[in-house]
């Protein structure tokens, strides 16, 4: 196909209507110059002068501002911008596809008329086809006799169709007169059906979650609702109601108004129906009436200024009792995140059974280039009593801490930290407490072989007591003080690898040996909220070996990591060892555990990690504890962890994720307690997924409940039985 480009002009026109061959025209909007010229590429072009419209035949391919337009045939009024479209027509703009037999598009305006045809909405993968396609505005549609599937392929595995369908892109869709089919059969009828087509925050329902207790709660569903109160503030209202518990009413509400500001509240509140009478530990309940039962939450980070910061954790319960009995499912564990970037998934305690406390902080901060300035307010909740009135709480409580620097125009380092306490409880001593803590070191470099850091630590404390319960040493001061020294090399060998991606590999070996001597100090009449200082005379041996790895990468340059660390390290009691036996029938023991550490990750499939300590003494573990993970390219995976501590833990942690095929995968999750043989979890899942639907089943067979959960998704809709709440709504509702 030849193509000439011809500006408007009596000649050009005249070359038009003369030739009729293969041409390309270009010409403005009317009245829209600053959206671009129009360009039409046909086999043959022609104009109508009388009617001011342009014919083009045969192959035609318009180019207009944000699309293009392919049909067998065309007629375009120059005037309006309105081309009629026939044979194959097809409308790109960015990834969206448009296309029938018979088109009316206004190229201006984005709007047209399609029938019989269909449609591609990229940003909610949703494919459409209709009777008459009405598109009224940049995104909304109006269609008669309509299809909808998230599928891809000539047959989905699921659609909804309906008499007409009113839809809003980033916004909302109804249908009316529709049913949803699996394959082609008709499973569910909706007579009235609205759903969100967003890919951003609107007010909405969320799918709901449903579940089974048999012990604890009975039938579980819970209704969220999701407001969108502004572009800064949203708000979620969840509806739950427990068969053997009644209704839980909660709220969230959360805000984001840029990134030095941003927060988030939650409440719930429930009037538990069911009587208990149960002893466990230490606690003990008799509850024969209803009782009524809260949860509060509240995180919040504001800077105040670029060196001046405020930053909230408040959780707050109203029985010891309230995470046991909802341990299955709450807020909290839903929103549990132990690190990451989620400004809004930041509750930092698991909300189970194995909750022993929780811990509330207000923490102002203000910082200067060598100092740090925190004002605290400590709330600690002692789930493991039922009452908290012994428990020790500080507010406030100011520290400042200094990093090391050096003293004046001396070889000295020179560090400070300080601390000022309320210290504050209903049952025991309370009071307030001053600590001052500067440090003095010299760092002094032998012979380019190793370093040596000789330190002196002063601590002074003093303290007034504010309560009633003795007259002596209400009020009094402790002066202490810690020398040590700190003795450490390294060496290294780099190792290169020809072929492969890894081009060296580097070994490090760092000894290092401490040594601190505290002397012994009478510390009687010192108040239980100030922390003792034991005398020590101890040398500490340690040895790390580090192996670190450098890839090649084209792209980006060379990449490094470590791939294995192993420290070993053990103390040597002085003291200990100079102790008279006579003095006691306990033989002397100077040498203390033997602690390692072990980290290792050789690639992205594979990581292990290990810090035990060993009794030298006993031939035993003190503390054991290991974590192994393997994972592969097709999503398998496998997690072991290992938790022991001599006389107070043994727990065993398994999770398997096992792809039986590309699409359906089985999951194992156990955690149990190896010292009373109890399965503190121990669930199996099976989910299979499709390209564009998914339901799984879970079953929970814990030590004293037991929960089965049906979870089911639509992509583009979203899912119903597990909650992983976005920022949006994933289904806005359905009414029969």
């Not at 061959?21 to 010229?37: I, V």
């Not at 207000?362 to 002692?382: G, P």
């Not at 503390?623 to 107070?648: P, Q, S």
């Amino acid at each position: 196909m030849r193509k000439l480009w011809i500006w408007l002009s009596w000649p050009a026109l005249l070359l038009i209507w003369l030739t009729g061959s293969a041409l390309a025209l270009e010409y403005p909007f009317a009245g829209e110059t600053t959206k671009g010229p129009v360009t039409i590429e046909a086999d043959s072009i022609s104009y109508d002068r009388e009617n001011d419209v342009y014919h083009a035949q045969g192959s035609v391919n318009i180019l207009f501002s944000g699309g293009t337009l392919k049909a067998q045939s065309v007629s375009l009024s120059k005037g309006a911008n309105v081309a009629s479209a026939h044979g194959k027509v097809i409308i790109r703009m960015d990834n969206d596809v448009l296309e029938g037999d018979e088109v009316i598009f206004n190229l201006t305006t984005s709007t047209g008329v399609v029938n019989t045809g269909k449609m591609f909405v990229a940003q909610n993968h949703f494919y459409l086809r209709g009777d008459k396609i009405e598109k009224s505005g940049e995104a909304t549609y109006h269609i008669q006799g309509v299809s909808l599937t998230t599928c891809d392929g000539e047959k989905p595995d699921w659609r909804i169709t309906g008499k007409t369908m009113d839809l809003t892109v980033d916004g909302y869709g109804m249908i009316t007169g529709g049913k949803f089919l699996a394959g082609e059969i008709p499973l569910l009828y909706l007579p009235y059906f609205l759903f969100p087509a967003k890919t951003t925050r609107q007010t909405g329902f969320l799918f709901p979650r449903l579940a089974y207790s048999s012990e604890k709660l009975g039938w579980d569903v819970e209704l969220p609702f999701y407001v969108a109160v502004s572009k800064s503030i949203d708000m979620t209202f969840f509806q739950r109601y427990m068969g053997k518990r009644g209704f839980q009413e909660g709220v969230e509400f959360r805000y984001f108004f840029n990134k030095d500001s941003y927060g988030t509240i939650y409440g719930d509140y429930l009037h538990d129906t069911q009587q208990i009478t149960e002893q466990k530990d230490n606690l003990f309940r008799d509850w024969q009436s209803a009782q009524d039962r809260w949860s509060f939450y509240f995180q919040s980070y504001t800077a105040l200024k670029p060196d001046l910061n405020l930053r909230s954790d408040i959780a707050l319960v109203s029985d010891p009792w309230y995470f046991k009995d909802l341990t299955s499912h709450n807020y909290y564990l839903d929103h549990y995140a132990s690190g990451g970037n989620d400004r809004f998934k930041r509750v930092a305690f698991t909300a189970d059974e194995s909750l022993d406390a929780l811990e509330s902080k207000i923490r102002l901060v203000k910082d200067w280039s060598l100092y740090n300035l925190t004002a605290l307010i400590d709330y600690r909740d002692d789930l493991t009593q039922i009452s908290n009135d012994a428990t020790l709480q500080k507010y406030p409580e100011i520290t400042l801490s200094g990093v090391t620097q050096t003293f004046f125009d001396t070889p000295l380092n020179f560090a400070l930290n300080a601390a000022v306490s309320n210290n504050y409880r209903k049952e025991g001593q309370k009071g307030e407490l001053v600590e001052l803590k500067p440090v003095l070191s010299l760092p002094l470099d032998v012979g380019g072989v190793f370093s040596l850091i000789p330190q002196l630590e002063m601590r002074e404390t003093l303290w007034d007591r504010k309560d009633n319960l003795d007259t002596n040493n209400r009020q009094g001061s402790r002066t202490a003080y810690r020398v040590g020294v700190d003795i450490t090399t390294s060496v290294f060998r780099d190792f290169t690898l020809s072929g492969g991606d890894v081009e060296k590999i580097r070994h490090e070996i760092k000894p290092e040996l401490l040594y601190f001597y505290t002397p012994y100090f009478n510390q009687g009449g010192l108040p239980d909220f100030a922390e003792t200082v034991d005398e020590r005379n101890s040398l500490t041996v340690a040895l790390t070996n580090t192996f670190l790895a450098k890839r090649r990468d084209k792209e980006v340059g060379p990449k490094y990591w470590e791939i294995l660390r192993i420290k070993l390290a053990q103390n040597y009691d002085v003291k200990e060892a100079r102790r008279d036996d006579n003095v006691s029938a306990v033989p002397r023991r100077p040498f203390r555990n033997i602690d390692m550490e072990v980290d290792y990750k050789p690639t992205s499939f594979l990581s292990f990690y290990a810090r035990d300590s060993f009794d030298v003494n006993s031939g035993g573990w003190e503390k054991a504890n290991y974590d192994l993970e393997l994972n592969d390219m097709r999503g398998d995976l496998a997690a072991v962890g290992y938790r022991y501590t001599r006389d107070l833990l043994k727990e065993i942690n398994l999770y398997l994720k096992i792809m039986v095929t590309r699409n359906f995968f089985f999951s194992y999750d156990l955690r149990k307690n190896e010292f009373d043989d109890r399965k503190l979890r121990n669930a199996l899942g099976l989910k299979y997924t499709r390209q564009c639907w998914s339901i799984g089943i879970y079953y929970n067979d814990a030590v004293d409940d037991r929960t089965v959960m049906l979870s089911f998704s639509l992509n583009g809709l979203g899912q119903a039985g597990e909650i992983d709440r976005p920022d949006r709504p994933m289904v806005s509702g359905l009414d029969m």
